[in-house]
T-cell receptor, first 117, second 110 residues
Framework: KAGVTQTPRYLIKTRGQQVTLSCSPISGHRSVSWYQQTPGQGLQFLFEYFSETQRNKGNFPGRFSGRQFSNSRSEMNVSTLELGDSALYLC????????????????FGPGTRLTVL | GQQVMQIPQYQHVQEGEDFTTYCNSSTTLSNIQWYKQRPGGHPVFLIQLVKSGEVKKQKRLTFQFGEAKKNSSLHITATQTTDVGTYFCAGPDNFNKFYFGSGTKLNVKP
């Protein structure tokens, strides 16, 4: 099985711009979660999507949004970028058992490293 | 709000020494998972513990889940340079919200 893929891998933007990151989960996985990783704050949960619905949301401002498509691919968008948004954005997918999300192992993609200048 | 803390934040050991990281959650977790992130890499799943008091071993690694399902530990015996990385605990609460610990960065000197 192919792993979780994220595009692009690297991105440089300037303050005030917006950005869209993409994540393709492992085939058959319907849950996709997004995390922000910075040296100072560690791994911060952004949101989780399951079957195109946002199931959980972390404590991030409304500038951070996401969505999931019927093929389970997910995108996250950050509008009005700030310097503090520079981070590694990781997406992870999880499988289900009998159609129920099991919250077992999360498979992470390589991440998108976003630099805001 | 919910917090999952790990101690220590950093640990430097000489190769061959043991290493332990402790994970404490402010609320009960349905299960506890451990991940390892090598420098420049992404987190990779190591193991999951589900039952209260459960202990699992993977070669030199021993994982424990506390009786109250709010704490956990990872112990590495006789560290090797390949153990270098950041170790995270993680798990869902009873509302299926997933939390990652703050991580322990391990450096092993040869």
């Amino acid at each position: 099985k192919a792993g979780v893929t994220q595009t692009p891998r690297y991105l440089i933007k300037t303050r005030g711009q917006q950005v869209t990151l993409s994540c393709s989960p492992i085939s058959g996985h319907r849950s996709v979660s997004w995390y922000q990783q910075t040296p100072g704050q560690g791994l911060q949960f952004l949101f989780e999507y399951f079957s195109e619905t946002q199931r959980n949301k972390g404590n991030f401002p409304g500038r951070f949004s996401g969505r999931q498509f019927s093929n389970s691919r997910s995108e996250m968008n950050v509008s009005t970028l700030e310097l503090g948004d520079s981070a590694l954005y990781l997406c992870a997918s999880s499988g289900t058992s009998g159609g129920v999300l099991t919250y077992n192992e999360q498979f992470f993609g390589p991440g998108t490293r976003l630099t805001v200048l | 709000g919910q917090q999952v803390m790990q101690i220590p934040q950093y640990q430097h050991v000489q190769e061959g020494e043991d290493f332990t990281t402790y994970c404490n959650s402010s609320t009960t977790l349905s299960n506890i998972q451990w991940y390892k992130q090598r420098p420049g890499g992404h987190p990779v799943f190591l193991i999951q513990l589900v039952k209260s008091g459960e202990v699992k071993k993977q070669k030199r690694l021993t994982f424990q889940f506390g009786e109250a399902k709010k704490n956990s530990s990872l112990h590495i015996t006789a560290t090797q340079t390949t153990d270098v990385g950041t170790y995270f605990c993680a798990g869902p609460d009873n509302f299926n919200k997933f939390y990652f610990g703050s991580g322990t960065k391990l450096n092993v000197k040869p």
